[in-house]
């Protein structure tokens, strides 16, 4: 059974920056797709970021050129530096970790609010 703890979230005034973190309970950060989405009251989850095994990453387009995905492997954990935050930006945001016949994994979530 795969556990991903997210750490890092909290409040933020607009333009500051927040660094999350995603550690994984094995060593998968390396295969498979990690992800991190997020969730605003009343709204879907959606995708933030995703960092695949071959290094490939997507953004979304609301978040291209303020949030960085990145990952560490020997530390199996993937971060997301999220800058020049806005009040929109504010969700639960949540880590993923998928890939070919595992299934999906998801952390427990953890909380971004952008003061404006």
């Known amino acids: 059974q795969v556990q991903l703890v997210e750490t890092g979230g909290g409040l933020v005034q607009a333009g500051g920056s927040l660094g999350l973190s995603c550690a994984a309970s094995?060593?998968?950060?390396?295969?498979?797709?990690m992800g991190w989405y997020r969730q605003a009251p009343g709204k879907q989850r959606e995708l933030v970021a995703i960092i695949t095994s071959g290094g490939r990453i997507n953004y979304a387009d609301s978040v291209k050129g303020r949030f960085t995905i990145s990952r560490d492997n020997a530390k199996n954990t993937v971060y997301l530096q999220m800058n020049s935050l806005k009040p929109e930006d504010t969700a639960v945001y949540y880590c993923?970790?998928?890939?070919?016949?595992?299934?999906?994994?998801w952390g427990q979530g953890t909380q971004v609010t952008v003061s404006s």
């Open positions: 094995k060593s998968i950060v390396s295969i498979g797709v």
């Open positions: 993923h970790w998928t890939a070919p016949l595992t299934g999906d994994y």
